[in-house]
Structures are given as C-alpha cells and as structure tokens.
DNA sequence: AAAGATTGAAGCTTCAATCTTC
DNA sequence: GAAGATTGAAGCTTCAATCTTT
C-alpha cells in the first residue's frame, strides 16, 4: 500500500478528470431524456422499470430493489410523478399495505417518446467511445471499487 | 458507429458496474467525510478550495470556477455553511459588488481534521485499486466522453 | 449592458419518525 | 415485532428572476 496520506499529481488528474467525466455525461444525458419528453433522468429510471416489468406494474419496494433506490426516495419521487400524471399508485388485493405503482398512458407515451433516443445517446456519450479492452477495464475496476468499500455488497445482486 | 438503437448485454453490465460504483464510492467517500468533521462532500469542496487558496479567501465566483459550479449554487452553500459558522462572507474593498469569501476558525479546524484522512480513503476506495495502466485507461476515456460530449468544453480549463 | 452575487421555487436525496397491516 | 409504505425536515442542485455596482 502506498502512503496513506499523499496522492500523486497523476493521480490528480485522474480523479479530475473522472470527476468531470461522470457530471458531463450526467448533464448530457438529462438534457437529451429533457428535450425527448420532459422528463428527468430520475423519472426515466422509474418509468423504464415499470416499462419492463411484467403486467407493466411493480411493488413500491421491488421497484427501489431494481434501480437500487431507497424506499423513502422511491416514495417521494412517485409522489411527483403521480402529480404530473405519469404513474398512479392503486390498492393491492392480497396485501392491504402495498400499493401497485402502474404508468399511466402518459406514462407508456413519455417511455416510448424517449427509450429509442436515450440508448443512442448512451452510445453516442459512452459506449461507441470506448474500445471494447476499455469497457473491460471499467468494468473490472468498477467492481473492484465496489467490493473494497463492502465485500458484503458484491454478493447482494439484486435482478 | 454500432447500431443507434441497440446496446449489447456486455455494454450493460460495464454501465451498471460503472453507475454503481460511482454511487458507491460517493457514498463511502462522503460517509468518512461526515465520521471525520461532520461535513459534507458539498462542505470539503469549498472549505478545500479556501484553504488551498492565496491568503485563504476566494471572490464567490472564482470559488465557483474552481470546483466547477455554477454561481447559483455556491450561493446557496455558502449560506448555509455561513448558518453552521464554517465560512464568512466580507465586504471586498476594490469592487462594492463582490464580496471575500473567508474560513472561520471553526472552518480552518474542519479542513484539518478531515483533509488527510479524505486522502486516505480516497487512496483506500479507489488509487490503491488501480493499476497505472487502468488509471491511465479512466483518464483517456473521460477525457475522450467530455470531448465528445461538448468539444468546446476541452478547451475550456479552469485552473 | 455586463459583472458579481443573491433569492425563491421546484425538483432531487437522505434521515428519522410514523402509520397501517401482516 | 416486522414488512410495506408515507411523511416532514433538511440539505443538495438547477433554473429563472432580481438587485446592485461597474
């Protein structure tokens, strides 16, 4: 292990230019999902989980299992997308605690106005820059980061 | 360039590998962050950009330029690190409409109590993980993404 | 008009507390 | 008590509007 307390000025740039990276292909991203249908990139997580769900309907919570979110944030971010039309949450037949989060027909239309066009923004921004020895090493290196900060996270995947 | 409308499987998990590690590390970083001073990734940005800075005082707008945000939102920081006694703002002499942004002693006390433990948990979570090799493959293919993203951005580099 | 900076509103995110149903 | 879910408060972030000084 190097010593602990300095970083190297290559490693500076590094981590620079990283940190850049992941904001303006965020920025990107959202303004392509933005100018597509109006919608946020948080939006387009929910949205896009439902879109491939089976019956197009989810659990509150199964839902936060699959795009990794908290249940509180999940509530809350449904709470705006009921009030702009986009889901509705209804009443759960064989267990009165639980909701079904379902899109809306402005729902379908927003996913089907903008899946096309953020996959090629996605290969526009992302993929189609990296050579697939690239995609390799980020994907190596990215689930190495993962399993040093909690060995426990690596064995929970959740589908 | 692949077709526009399809990703592959492989592609995916390289992105969900990388969208998660981010967030991982971003939480894991600011967790010790919090541990260290009970500040904030937000907080150590400015208070770092303070501290590094000639006689530790920054114009706002020149703040913003360092850590690359915009004016509104070091606004709002500065305020509510102002609220917790972190910072001060000051009247600036040669320009009534600017103003000196200051550390407070409380503010000097957080940077060193939190810079070289960051450093360590930078090193630990992310440097210490990386071949020279995978370091220099991140910093191309960011560098490549931000190029394609906005190709007048590449030119752009606040020092 | 441009530069430096603030404000208010709205959305995003997390935390702790809560409520109902199992 | 645990599970499913919501709520309120506080902080984070962006956008558009504003205000003062240059």
Chains 1, 2 share one sequence.
Request: charged letters at 35%; one cysteine or more; aromatic letters at 6%.
């Amino acid at each position: 292990m190097s010593d602990r307390s300095s970083v190297s000025e290559k490693e500076w740039q590094s981590w620079r230019a990283f940190v850049r990276m992941r904001r303006e292909l965020d920025r990107a991203l959202g303004e392509r999902l933005q100018a597509d249908g109006g919608i946020s990139a948080a939006d387009y997580s929910v949205l896009l989980a439902l879109w491939e769900a089976p019956e197009r309907r989810l659990r509150a919570t199964r839902l936060g299992d699959l795009i990794n979110w908290e249940k509180s944030r999940v509530s809350h971010q449904l709470t705006r997308m009921e009030s702009r039309g986009l889901i509705e949450r209804m009443d759960c037949d064989d267990d009165a605690r639980g909701k079904w989060v379902v899109l809306t027909a402005e729902g379908r239309r927003a996913v089907l106005s903008t899946v096309r066009d953020h996959t090629a923004a996605l290969r526009e921004y992302f993929f189609d820059l990296l050579s697939p020895e690239e995609l390799g090493t980020l994907t190596s290196l990215s689930d190495r980061v993962v399993g040093a900060i909690d060995p426990a996270i690596c064995r929970e995947d959740p589908e």
